[in-house]
């Protein structure tokens, strides 16, 4: 094995151990020395790879962005419509806050303005871009969605239709990150207290007249939403850190 190899491998595997350190503890309770005596790497190898906590943090995001953009290539192969894609894609996004808030912690961390600027470039740089990748991924789907399923827009021509597109993923993504963050706190223990699924029909609900308000007309959304659930299911299965254990 060479000697880049070897370095990539121990690279992969301090971020493994880091991710599920931080999954444990959480961001502001690790320490570089945590993970390398977690490790068992010298504190000299770990700087080497990484020169910050806030670097190994950006690394670690990576890893789970790189899921993501799995999950959307494993989605974008289902025979199903556009529309039932992205209805997937978000079932994805919440079953993973509600299963796994540690790690969606980790990725909301690495995106605060106060991690970047303690991060090197080349790090956040490539976190950015891959970020990006995945953004016009979805948008690719979004904007067939508006082709096959969205009513109300065949009159507008290219660069609206994808004005309209950058607003429609804009905002679902928005929602996505305010029902599931809602549903994590003291205002949902209260609105909600019997069970889970109580907040998961605030979120099918909400999410079906968001996208009527774009010009989804569907006469049974509920149908849908558990078509797409089951998908959702599915696809998180295959991923290393994503997997369900169990529906909810």
Not at 38 to 60: N, P, R, V
Not at 97 to 117: A, C, G, K, T, Y
């Amino acid at each position: 094995m060479q000697r880049r190899e070897k370095r990539e491998l121990r690279e992969q595997e301090i971020i493994k151990n880091t991710i599920e350190l931080l999954s444990q503890r959480g961001f502001l309770d690790v320490r570089m020395s945590d993970i390398a005596k977690g490790t068992q790497y010298s504190m000299g190898t770990i700087y080497s790879h990484f020169e910050a906590k806030e670097d190994l943090l950006l690394a670690c995001a990576h890893a789970l962005v790189i899921e993501h953009k799995d999950l959307l290539l494993a989605i974008q192969k289902q025979n199903i419509p556009a529309i039932e894609k992205i209805i997937t894609m978000v079932q994805c996004s919440w079953h993973m806050s509600m299963q796994h808030p540690d790690l969606i912690e980790i990725d909301n961390l690495s995106m605060m303005p106060s991690v970047w600027r303690r991060a090197t470039q080349t790090r956040a740089d490539r976190l950015n871009q891959l970020h990006v990748e995945v953004a016009n991924m979805f948008l690719a789907i979004v904007l067939d969605a508006i082709a096959e399923s969205l009513n109300g827009h065949t009159a507008l021509d290219k660069a609206e239709t994808e004005r309209l597109a950058h607003h429609l993923t804009h905002g679902m993504w928005g929602l996505c990150v305010g029902l599931s963050s809602t549903a994590q706190s003291g205002y949902a223990s209260t609105l909600c207290p019997e069970s889970s699924e109580e907040k998961y029909t605030h979120f099918t609900t909400n999410y079906s007249h968001f996208l009527k308000g774009y010009g989804w007309h569907e006469t049974e959304p509920e149908a849908v939403f558990e078509r797409c659930k089951t998908t959702a299911y599915t696809v998180m299965n295959q991923t290393t850190w994503f997997a369900q254990t169990e529906q909810s």
